[in-house]
């Protein structure tokens, strides 16, 4: 009977979001309406048209500037995360939260700031006009994408390593050092290897809602910049071709499937050498 | 001092980084020119120009609608779902599906969802969006209201019921109260996510009735305008107290469970 309370919940997440699902996937081996919308035959022409070069080239593109944003946001991230946890634990939480703030606040808009920044007339230009240098174009570039999807996504990244670097046991470095362990050496056979699935979980937040974006590439990177995720855009609400679209957002969920089980497997591997 | 000065100048960097933007944002929304890079003066027109703008005021409008509807769902699916999965039925293939929604790319359900209001015949409208924000906004509350449920005694509710209470008693009057925090946290939350989200509503709302984050988009690939500064520094400001109110609702129940043991 109590069984029951589950029912309209999972109702609603069948109907809403497993359906749609998996219309995307039936659509990807369709043919798109000379209208819109799908028609027979089944085909694998979808899937062959994304191996064409211009699309293996914006695929290349969208994870190099997802994989570069992710880097730099754990290189800016981690550090933080450990600079929190060195501080007071009555400040911890406030800090954590001053983190978060910025991401539950309208994303487009925190792009657009962006906008004003880089700007050939804005305050970046400002200053180094000052110091008697540039114009420089920032904006319109890969460089500004990067820099959008880094700013965007960079508290996904410090709250899971911070979770972690709470859990270790700081008498671990402490022993560390006293055997003469350098800082780099402190770091990569202790925080490393012991805070790697919190690091990991950072990764793929900030990797996954990367891949699939289409409003920084947009904003910031302007025409000459696409990413995957303007092209499933694209597909859907200008050129209608649905089942290409699906197509191509399958390649992505099947990129994301294949980086998340290699990333398991890492961590796997690196618990039993920690071990 | 200097030592922990230098330990924490990692913190302060990514804060600058975090945010300058914002600050910039909100400094320009007090522009007197009507460029939005050159600073000229003070002045505080843009914010009643915002009033007269009948796009923006479309768009508020139809924000306000989906979010209350999107929080509405949310919570009562959500909390349903929370106590399903930790008081009635553990599972852990239904832990996966409602924790999906939230790890997903959110392009992906979005065009799934356009796709399934096409085929089944569902107009693109306030309602559309609100039952796609939804989606995201069950996983939210259950995800927040599980947390308060693992942390409450079940034996109030065993007491209850053994003391006579009905089901539906025990529910209003021990359960509920007992949640209520968690719920509150999870309401602002889901109002907040539905309020600023910008992907799933691109694809699932009506042309003609445009969320304000798609009117935002709409002017900003088009260029700044002090205007959007301004509206920028409302929303940031409607943001932030709506996470502070939620830390807080959360915190208050924290602090009440420790009393209470």
Redesign the interface.
């Known amino acids: 009977m109590?069984?029951l309370?589950?029912v309209?919940?999972?109702t609603?997440?069948v109907v809403?979001?497993?359906?749609?699902?998996g219309?995307?996937i039936a659509?990807a081996f369709l043919t798109a309406g000379r209208f819109g919308?799908v028609q027979g035959p089944v085909t694998l022409d979808n899937v062959t048209r994304m191996l064409e070069p211009l699309y293996r080239e914006v695929l290349a593109s969208s994870v190099f500037n997802a994989g570069a944003a992710t880097l730099i946001a754990f290189a800016?991230?981690f550090?933080?995360a450990?600079?929190?946890t060195?501080?007071p634990s009555h400040w911890q939480t406030a800090?954590l939260?001053?983190?978060?703030?910025?991401f539950?606040?309208?994303?487009?808009?925190?792009t657009?700031?962006?906008?004003?920044?880089l700007?050939r007339?804005?305050?970046l230009n400002d200053g180094l006009a000052l110091a008697g240098l540039g114009p420089i174009d920032f904006l319109y570039t890969r460089q500004a994408v990067i820099l959008g999807l880094t700013?965007a996504y960079?508290?996904l990244m410090?709250l899971p390593i911070y979770a972690s670097l709470q859990r270790l046991d700081p008498q671990l470095l402490e022993a560390a050092q006293n055997l003469g362990a350098g800082a780099w050496r402190r770091f990569r056979t202790i925080l490393l290897p012991l805070t790697l699935p919190g690091i990991i979980t950072g990764c793929l937040f900030v990797f996954?809602?990367s891949?699939?974006n289409?409003?920084i590439p947009?904003?910031l990177g302007g025409g000459n910049s696409q990413m995957i995720?303007n092209l499933?855009?694209d597909q859907?609400?200008k050129s209608r071709d649905?089942p290409f679209?699906?197509a191509l957002?399958l390649m992505?969920?099947a990129l994301?499937i294949i980086i998340v089980m290699f990333q398991a497997s890492a961590a796997r591997r690196t618990r039993r050498w920690g071990a | 001092m200097m030592t922990r000065t230098l330990?924490?100048?990692?913190?302060w960097?990514?804060?600058a980084?975090?945010?300058?933007?914002?600050l910039?944002?909100i400094g320009?929304s007090f522009n007197a020119n009507d460029s939005?890079?050159?600073w000229t003066g003070f002045s505080l027109q843009w914010y009643p120009a915002l009033l007269g703008d009948a796009e923006i005021m479309g768009g508020l409008r139809t924000t306000l609608i989906v979010a209350v509807g999107t929080t509405v769902?949310s919570v009562?699916?959500?909390t349903?779902?929370a106590?399903?999965?930790e008081?009635?039925?553990p599972s852990r293939a239904?832990d996966a599906?409602?924790a999906?929604?939230a790890?997903?790319?959110?392009?992906?359900?979005a065009?799934?969802?356009?796709?399934?209001y096409?085929?089944v015949g569902i107009a693109l409208s306030p309602v559309s969006v609100i039952?796609?924000h939804?989606?995201f906004g069950?996983a939210f509350v259950?995800a927040v209201v599980r947390v308060r449920l693992a942390g409450m005694d079940p034996s109030l509710e065993e007491a209850s019921r053994d003391l006579g209470a009905s089901s539906v008693k025990t529910f209003w009057s021990v359960t509920l109260p007992g949640m209520r925090p968690a719920i509150i946290a999870g309401a602002l939350l889901a109002f907040?996510l539905s309020?600023?989200e910008?992907?799933v509503a691109f694809?699932t709302a009506s042309p003609a009735e445009p969320t304000l984050?798609i009117v935002?988009?709409s002017s900003?690939?088009f260029g700044?305008t002090p205007q959007?500064n301004a509206l920028?520094t409302l929303?940031?400001l409607v943001?932030?107290i709506?996470?502070?109110l939620a830390?807080r609702a959360s915190r208050l129940g924290d602090s009440l469970r420790r009393e209470g043991k």
């Open positions: 109590r069984a309370a589950t309209p919940a999972m609603y997440l809403l979001m497993v359906i749609p699902l219309l995307v659509y919308g800016i991230g550090p933080a450990l600079a929190i060195r501080l800090a939260i001053a983190v978060v703030l910025p539950w606040t309208n994303f487009l808009i925190r657009y700031a962006w906008i004003i920044l700007n007339e804005g305050l700013y960079i508290p410090v996954i809602p891949l699939g289409f409003v947009e904003l995720g499933i855009r859907f609400l649905w679209g699906s957002s992505v969920l994301l | 330990r924490s100048a990692p913190l960097l990514l804060y980084f975090l945010y300058l933007p914002i910039v944002v320009m939005a890079y050159r769902i009562v699916l959500g349903l779902l106590m399903a999965l008081r009635y039925l239904l599906a409602a999906a929604p790890v997903m790319p959110d392009i992906m359900l065009i799934g969802l356009l796709a399934f096409t085929l039952l796609a939804s989606v069950i259950a907040t309020l600023d910008f992907t694809f984050p935002i988009y900003v690939r700044v959007i920028a929303l940031l943001s932030f709506a996470v502070i830390q």
